[in-house]
């Protein structure tokens, strides 16, 4: 631009920060802000809300905080999309009553707020369980005449789902095409999750609405089909997959690698594994735990330690599930002294026990009374009970829901 003698202006450079922005390239954004700044462009509403959008996106709502009431001090009125940012921001934060009053303060401005910002508040409610809240903030949005679009109404399906309210979620989503909406991937994804004994009509009713199935979708259903022990068909389903030409990510190489050790297919397990290096993915800690469970229900007990021990050496290391896993493999097998050492060595890393690990533990000790094992039995106990005195203590409170001007 400045060879060809052309001056850059607030629309070049809000379109760079916007830009470097969507990059989570904040920094970089904000010096080019303070550039714009200092060669007298003044910034519009537009370069304000990337700027913000992208803050908020980097988790530095303070930040952003600032940048609004800059914007204010120079005059410049927010827009919706302003808004919509602050309001989205402190619903996933769990401030729905904040969220709540930026809507408040936008209608006394006079910016109407549109299905995104709705949408928002309903997600903040269901982020937290509270489905009845979250209704109330869709027949609002109704009542002030804000249609409602297909992301609104996924929102408050897959919330219902969430919340075991499938019922209610087949009605929403009926309620939905009665409105002339079509469907998208998504809807159906969390249909078929929550619908499973529907699944093949849900799935045919994607295709014949012109909906592609992801890798989502294959997820759900492969999930599914190994948790019911259709494990056949689960890998029928992953070879059309491959056919349709998708490729299969790491969460469905885990969901089939899982269905094989618990359907005592170890060798088609391990097999799997190894391809996932071929297929340029990396084991996670879900891979791992998979084969050292199948290696234990197999009482291949020493593999599935050097196993464990690989896991770390590979920069993967394990986490709570990962050493239950083992050290009930250890439980099981009645090694109180190998059980004793991953025990601590699970304690000292801030893990602790589940219920299951702990039982076992109980059990060995009504026959091999080892004192280090029932000292650490006895600390994870007294840690569960804690943490679970905690979580009661941090249930949200309610908080008024806004249904009028």
């Keep these: 631009m400045d060879n060809a003698g052309c001056q850059p202006n607030v629309v070049t450079y809000s379109t760079l920060i916007d830009s470097l922005c969507k990059d989570r390239l904040v920094k970089e954004a904000l010096d080019i802000f303070s550039e714009m700044k200092s060669k007298g462009i003044q910034p519009n509403v537009v370069t304000y809300n990337s700027l913000m959008h992208g803050l908020c996106n980097s988790d530095q709502q303070e930040e952003a905080s600032a940048l609004f009431n800059e914007m204010k001090s120079f005059n410049i009125l927010p827009d ?7 309001v989205d921001t402190l619903c996933k934060k769990g401030k729905i009553s904040e969220a709540q009053g930026i809507v408040k303060t936008m209608i006394e401005k006079g910016v ?8 928002s508040l309903m997600n903040g409610y269901l982020l937290q369980n509270r489905v009845f809240e979250a209704r109330k903030v869709f027949d609002a949005m109704i009542t002030r005449g804000c249609r409602p679009d297909v992301l609104s109404y996924n929102i408050l399906i897959n919330g219902c789902y ?21 469907p998208n991937t998504a809807t159906y994804n969390t249909l078929i999750s929550g619908f499973w004994k529907q699944k093949i009509k849900l799935f045919k009713d994607m295709h014949a609405q012109g909906c592609s ?10 999930d599914g089909l190994s948790k019911q022990g259709y494990l056949d068909q689960a890998l029928e389903l992953f070879r059309e997959m491959q056919n349709n030409y998708l490729n299969p990510d790491l969460v469905i190489y885990n969901i ?42 197999e009482g291949l007990l020493d593999e599935a330690y050097k196993a464990f021990r690989q896991m770390e050496r590979d920069g993967c290391p394990p986490d709570c599930c990962s050493y239950n896993v083992i050290v009930r493999g250890f ?47 006895g600390e994870s106990e007294r840690c569960q009970g804690e943490k679970e005195i905690i979580s009661s203590s941090m249930m949200p409170k309610e908080v008024p829901i806004l249904t009028s001007r």
């Design 80 to 86: 919706v999309v302003t808004f919509n940012i602050l």
């Design 112 to 119: 109407e707020p549109n299905t995104v910002t709705y949408s």
């Design 162 to 182: 969430k919340a075991q309210r499938i019922d209610e979620a087949k009605q929403i989503f009926d309620e939905m095409s009665f409105r002339g909406l079509i």
């Design 213 to 222: 199935p992801d890798l989502v979708t294959y997820s759900i259903l492969l």
């Design 256 to 297: 089939l690698i899982d269905a094989m050790c618990k359907s005592g297919k170890l060798e088609d397990a391990r097999e799997l594994f190894l391809k996932l290096h071929v297929k340029g993915l990396l084991p996670d800690v879900r891979s791992w735990t998979s084969i050292i469970s199948g290696l234990c229900r």
């Design 331 to 377: 439980l099981q097998s009645n090694s109180a002294s190998r059980a004793e050492q991953l025990f601590q060595e699970m304690f000292d890393r801030g893990f602790s026990a589940d219920a299951l690990t702990r039982t076992l533990a109980a059990d060995l000790l009504s026959k091999d009374d080892n004192l280090g094992l029932k000292r650490l039995l």
